[in-house]
């Protein structure tokens, strides 16, 4: 059974930092492009950012500059560091992994940027 378990989420004041980590169950951890999505309440789910097994990376637009994705082999993680939050970032968070023609969603960690 995969399993993708996130960890992180808060209450955190506008300009704060965060940092989000997702733990994936599967073997060949390398294969999976991993990433993080968001949805805000009355919104779509969006992407946040992806990560390649190779480490490539893509970000939306609103999080460049401000966001890190990044990786860790040995513990089959993903981070997600999170700077100069704004309340637009208030949202649910998803880990996800996709490989193997399969893609697979954590629960979900709530984000609140709020003074």
């Known amino acids: 059974q995969v399993q993708l378990v996130e960890s992180g989420g808060g209450l955190v004041q506008p300009g704060g930092s965060l940092r989000l980590s997702c733990a994936f169950s599967?073997?060949?951890?390398?294969?999976?492009?991993m990433g993080w999505y968001r949805q805000a309440p009355g919104n779509q789910r969006e992407l946040v950012a992806t990560?390649?097994?190779?480490?490539?990376?893509n970000y939306a637009d609103s999080v460049k500059g401000r966001f890190t994705i990044s990786r860790e082999f040995p513990k089959n993680a993903v981070y997600l560091q999170m700077s100069s939050l704004k309340p637009e970032d208030t949202a649910v968070y998803y880990c996800?992994?996709?490989?193997?023609?399969?893609?697979?969603w954590g629960q979900g960690t709530q984000v609140t940027v709020s003074s």
């Open positions: 990560i390649t097994g190779a480490g490539s990376t």
């Open positions: 996800t992994a996709e490989g193997y023609g399969s893609v697979y």
């Open positions: 599967r073997n060949l951890f390398r294969v999976y492009t």
